[in-house]
């Protein structure tokens, strides 16, 4: 047994971020132009075809309301997608200017943002959304609600300890010795210097979102039907997965490959990320 | 006639194929001290290694190594890392990181002993005792229960080679012993690699790149340039009469205490490791002429015992 | 040490505070009156007289300092109201619930570290093999699976088309085991990962290659020095993980009818039964802010170098 690893790093990041890269732009752009795509019309029901096997007309088949299943996973990914991005990209600017006030300011500021956050986080995650989204009823901005409740801790947290550590290099005393404000630092010197790291966290957080909120959705205490989401319809259907096991398999493969890619696309920005840090 | 307790011949090694090291040829007396001295990058890292045999990826690609009657290159990669993890030793620059630091050193101890198929428990207390006698620490039950980290890093190096007197071991290996330590403490590191030469008769080979550990420990010296053996002999004949022109170089750059500027050397190292042709000091060397970049690397004896790859060196083609 | 465990002490007892008053805000600011949610919930018609007798007797009409104190004071005694539903005492359905959620909980995390332990270990030592490239796989593929997709999965081919196991889980092992393969698959993903980069540093840390110097055997140091200074940070891992369990597992129990927490709290969600709820998040948070304080003293326990401090 050899047990001294080679510790070379990992090699081809950029390629792998590249195709990943790709791969969560053609998912995008798919989720886009999805109502161009959907062969049929993805909320008409039909009563003449419940739970149909998948045919040429409709490709993955129809759901227990003779919906066609391929159109709504199509809609679904435009639900999934949006609501995963706009989340994470909400809390991110939340999470990060409060945790920049935190830093920058200090004193009574610092310890009203931290310790709320300290204290939210001191829920479990999804007992907190569960919960929120849960008295609130479902819809879209609720189930993000619950979400981004807990999810601009971890910007918050990494933002200041950022400006922590920059307000200390010398860049930026110069530029406050040169009469720039507070808040000219912050955005035009800090900024642009701790973006990195955090988007590396932003980047990972997206694939997590996205299975909170199917999961909320999957709960009925998300996006609920009619409206196209993947949760919601593997739950819908799972009562008739003897009958009609594509009205289950079809979000399911879908989710499974879109939350592996955008996984797949945090790691690889994590990687580059490394890979640069280490140079 | 000294005795040799390790000869290496010819040795060439290096990672992927990459040579980083070529032609290097010297021997090591019973009790001897050998010094290695060069420039970061020189490969006077790797030649230690190469000698221990236990870094991955480390691959020896032409040459020799007799330690004692067993040419190590022939043997097994198994084998070979039993036979020189007995024999050798090995001190580090880094002198905390060789143990664990948060278990005691007598567990790791007692985990080395039982690997070499050594461990006593009744005749351990006593080991310890007397090898920790031999380095001059006393407290040994406290040391001995105590973790790495609770020590200071000369501590820790002690400790280090307290293992290897238990384990009789015939050669010490040590790659930069001295360099991670405060001013004060390394006079006093040298000090003790010298008493424990003399105490226990163990052989030592320690590269350095500071020249006045060399000259005050090494009984004989080698230097170093781009994976090849510049010069080598007696330590006080090399580094008072140095004939290679980089040895030279080396010890006008050395800083005096008198307020005299040291002569740099002009330029930097290659860190290409050893070429096929051509001296890789050519570049930065003060006497080079046109033939230096076309000639074969080959050690040449100038009298007693002292050598030199310098063609033009003193007694050399003029 | 005794220091530090009773500054972690006055600093939970803060925390306990917030997360009470958090609790309480959190039902407060709930749209909709009380008073007609407990009314609705018991299926009773709702008329002004009714709804102001209801709202005294509930003391709705006081301050919310009031409230909220009066609120807590019971909950210190243990008292955290009865169900809208049933009238039964939250804290003993609770009670009830968690004996369930811990069967749970300690069964997947038993079958998680039985697999990712070794794994781990082995994708650690076979760094860049194919082994290691196939388990990588596998661990994204199953971390990158939703808790609700892993268990309707399971469901539909091992009872509905293998016919292995009963759709319904009884409340016997074997009902157990369903719903604990659906928790371990991500959990031994996440695991195998998190195992295999603690492990690698400390391979890489130079302790390791002093011991391999020394001519120590493989096996001591893997076991001996590397799992045990990996230790660390594996037990930080897995009890932050069982905290978070114990606030049950709400897909996996609603879908196998496990009768834990989770599944209470959909329920109470779906009868709108707000004391239950209530009770809920208070009563996971305080146990998951537990555990943590667990894991941190006994992190301070394990290595030296913070015992000292």
Redesign the interface.
Known sequence: MDILVDKSPRKGAKTRLTLFLILAGILVVLSVIAPKLAPNDPYEISSANINAAPSAQYPMGTDRLGRCVFSRVLMGARTSIFSAVALVAITFVIGSLLGMASGWYGGIVDTLIMRFADILLAFPQMVLAIAVAGILGGGMFNAMLAMGITGWTIYARLARAQVLALKREAFVDAARLSGCSSLAIMFRTLLPNMLGPMIVNASIQIGSMMVGIAGLSFLGIGINEPQAEWGSMINNSRAYIQLAPWAVLGPAIATIITVMIFNYLGDCVRDVMDVEAGE | MRENILTVTGLQAGYGGKPMIDDVTFSLGRGEIFCIVGESGCGKSTLLKAL?G????LRITSGSIRLEDTELTQLPDAER??L???KM??V?Q?PG???????SYK??FI??L???GRYDKDAFPQQVEEAFGKLGLNDVKRIINS?P?EMSGGMNQRI?MA?MLILGQDILLADEPTSALDATIQKQMAEELRHLRDVSGISMIIVTHNLALAEYLGDRIAVIYSGHIAELGDASEVLSRPVHPYTKSLIEAIPTLDGRMPTGLPGSPPMTGPEEKGCEFCPRCPVACGGCSELEYSLRDIGDGHFVSCPYAKGGIR | MAKYIGKRMIHLVGIMIALSFLTFLLMYLAPGDPAVKKLNAQGIAVSPEVLEAVRKEMGLDRPFFVQYGDWALKVLRGDLGESYKDGLSVADKLAKALGYTAQLALGSMLISLLISLPLGMLTALKKDSWLDYVIRFFTFFGNSMPNFLISVLLMYFLCVKARLLPVVADRSLKGLLLPAVALSVPMCSRFIRQFRAEILEQLSRSYVSGAVTRGVRSRYILFRNVLHNASISILTIVSLTLGSLFGGSVVVETIFRWPGLGKLAMDSITYRDYPVIQGFVLFTAVVYVMVNLFTDIAYHWIDPRVRED
């Open positions: 221990l236990t870094t991955p990826g890392r039993e020189c993890t007995e030793g090995m580090f880094n990181s060789s143990f664990n630091p948060i278990r567990k790791q985990e080395t039982k690997s070499h973790c980290y280090a293992i």
